[in-house]
């Protein structure tokens, strides 16, 4: 069974720190991946996917994320985070047509002004 | 647009009793999706729906049913209630299913079973 994993569950940074937010999956075929983000008292949002192509994904709001294949990783980053990136964020993926994603646990950012 | 909507926000309910989450989409999406939060373990897929007519099972679809008469509704129904269905709800609808597309998520209902 599909499964991700995601290596920090409560991240906590100071305004223009660098981040990077791990995310691994299992399975071995063709897979969609994306981080999706929650800020406080807002809905899922999607922040980046990826799907085939360039591994390397740029999101909204400064973010990417790079593929590696024989990793079977899909980190997330970001150069300088600011307070406003304070939220949870949500690994998933998805295989195949139907649609379903499996998600990681979550991490949780605070970033300190 | 209002997107994805759910109601309700907040409910509290008793062991045993029943109720269902409502879940309307304004964007004529074929795919609506229901998944469970529950803290520190991420999303699981309930139930889904590829249209109007059609249901199939999630990750965790015991203790829930759904339905589908409609391209926008797509109702979680919860009977016999249990404590271990406490968690945040949230409906998802996508326009289709293949390659990276895009699921819109409600904001959510809070369930407490007491």
């Known amino acids: 069974a599909q499964s991700v994993s995601q290596h920090n569950h409560h991240v906590i940074l100071s305004e223009a720190a660098s981040l990077e937010l791990g995310c691994n999956y299992s399975y071995g075929g063709t897979v969609n991946l994306f981080w999706y983000v929650q800020y406080p008292g807002q809905h899922l949002q999607l922040l980046l996917k990826?799907?085939?192509?360039?591994?390397l994904v740029k999101g909204i709001k400064g973010f990417e994320a790079e593929f590696i294949k024989s990793k079977f990783s899909f980190n997330l980053r970001k150069p300088s985070v600011q307070w406003s990136d304070t939220a949870e964020y949500f690994c998933a993926v998805s295989s195949g047509n139907t649609g379903k994603l499996i998600f990681g646990q979550g991490t949780t950012l605070q970033v300190k002004p | 647009n209002a997107g994805v909507t759910q109601t309700p926000k907040f409910r509290i309910l008793k062991i045993g009793q029943s109720m269902t989450l409502q879940c309307t989409q304004d964007?004529?999406?074929?795919?609506m999706y229901w998944y469970r939060q529950d803290p520190g373990m991420g999303l699981k897929l309930i139930y889904y729906?590829?249209?109007?007519?059609?249901?199939d099972k999630g990750e965790v679809p015991n203790g829930y049913n759904v339905s589908r008469s409609t391209t926008e509704d797509f109702p979680l129904r919860l009977e016999l209630a249990a404590p271990s269905q406490t968690s945040v709800y949230f409906c998802?609808?996508?326009?289709?299913?293949?390659?990276?597309?895009?699921?819109?998520f409600g904001p959510g209902t809070r369930l407490t079973v007491l």
């Open positions: 964007m004529n999406h074929n795919y």
């Open positions: 998802a609808s996508s326009e289709t299913s293949g390659g990276a597309i895009e699921q819109f």
């Open positions: 729906s590829v249209g109007a007519g059609i249901t």
């Open positions: 990826y799907f085939s192509g360039d591994p």
